[in-house]
Nanobody, 130 residues
Framework: QVQLVESGGDSVQSGGSLRLSCVIS????????MAWFRQAPGKKREGVAD??????NYGSSLKGRFTISYDDAKKTLYLQMNSLKPEDTGMYYC?????????????????????????WGQGTQVTVSS
């Protein structure tokens, strides 16, 4: 029912910018939690940012370089990434849940699994070279 498709991943140089997009279909809750995660090779998946009704939350390691936003008209979730560093390299995934808790749950909750179900995109690769 709920489907997510990411795009925008690319290979960029350190210090560059990139905007990821995630088209979400089948999500009927206008205030649903939506999130971005990333996973580097050999590392655990980590939360990047989440948003619900305009309220945002970011992973503590990002230091204000990333911005999450949502365009309801386009049903598209975005992640603007600036001042990219090599350590930002990884597969980026978008996610949502339905029905959605309010406010957004911890990043750990998304990874734990259970009900309500979590829906994930296929991922888009971001590679930052020095």
């Amino acid at each position: 029912q709920v489907q997510l498709v990411e795009s925008g991943g690319d290979s960029v140089q350190s210090g560059g910018s990139l905007r990821l997009s995630c088209v979400i279909s089948g999500q009927s809750d206008d205030s649903a939690c939506m999130a971005w995660f990333r996973q580097a090779p050999g590392k655990k998946r980590e939360g990047v940012a989440d948003i619900s009704s305009g309220i945002t939350n970011y992973g503590s390691s990002l230091k204000g370089r990333f911005t999450i936003s949502y365009d309801d008209a386009k049903k598209t979730l975005y992640l603007q990434m600036n001042s990219l560093k090599p350590e930002d390299t990884g597969m980026y995934y978008c996610a949502t849940t339905s029905p959605s808790p309010h406010p957004c749950p911890s990043f750990y909750w998304w990874l734990a699994g259970g009900y309500p179900p979590r829906y994930w995109g296929q991922g888009t690769q971001v590679t930052v070279s020095s």
